[in-house]
């Protein structure tokens, strides 16, 4: 598995040379989730910052929180990778505790001395996450304990939640909002949810999935649809966030359609906390920060 990874990551090609049999990919999941039960407390795990950037002003207004796995031996092991596994088994409840804390208690603490002002917080929530009967408590718990004033927190939620118990959903989106935080429907278009669930839901923020992103200056198809897109949020008073901006063509028609924020390597890629620190200190325009070193 983790070798197909790197094979299909690692450039065209390579797919074939390194394929393992089923068997093998089997091995290597279990030894990756075994590992990854230790990884939590072993330190291993560490949140890198995306920037999120006010479109027209270029400036940043928060961060997305991206998981990390600093492996020992294998290196950096992407999210994509680990957290199906810890989906499937569980853990991610656990990780995700951890990573909410830590998202939480690193706002609160930019919250107080930033340059750059009220800065928001992003945090990825995952279907079995969002299901367990504590996410409420510890998302208050940590939002207490640190201070965060709770508006300034966006739990990132899929569309892929709509598909499960439509009525506890409901309810427990009704008590996150009761706390004060904001809802993101992240990767938006990519799902299967009816478009009737951003009026049945207090959802504030809609995040266009990359792969719209990817075509908004290339292709007229592409282009369309993220103009849909970017109207629908306008009149359903609705936040829109384009993913994955790569480029200043892409910016450009991004602005064109009002699109008020923007994420993506462009602008930069997900920061260490220390490197987000510098970035603040630079300034407003996150393109002028093109000497921090950016780790991948
Ligand atoms: P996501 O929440 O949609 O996060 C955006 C992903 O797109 C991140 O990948 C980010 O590094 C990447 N990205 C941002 N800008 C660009 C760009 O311009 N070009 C390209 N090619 N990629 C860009 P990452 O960090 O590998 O995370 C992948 C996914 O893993 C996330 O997608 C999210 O679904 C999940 N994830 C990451 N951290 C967490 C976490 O703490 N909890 C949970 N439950 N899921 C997480
Ligand atoms: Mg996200
Ligand atoms: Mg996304
Ligand atoms: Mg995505």
Redesign the pocket.
Known sequence: DLAMYRAKTGGKGRLEVFQPSHHTAMLQRDAVRAELSGALDAGQLQ??Y?PIVDIPTQRVIGF????RWRHPERGLV???EF?PLAEENGL?VP??RW?LQEAIRQAAEWQNRSPLGRLRMS????VR?FQHPDLVHDVADALARSGLEPSLLTL?ITESLFAQDIEATSRKIGLLKDLGVRLAL??FGTGYSSLSYLRRFPIDTL?ID?SFIDGVATSLEGHALVAAITQLGQNLHLEVVA????DGDQLQALRALDCPLG????FS??LSAGDAVKLMLIGKKPAAAAGIPVPV
């Open positions: 949140l890198h995306q997305e929180a991206l998981l992407s999210p994509l957290i991610i990780i995700g990573v945090v990825n929530v995952s996450q990132e992240d990767d995040k990359k993913e994955g901006l790569e994420q993506g390597y462009h890629r997900p």
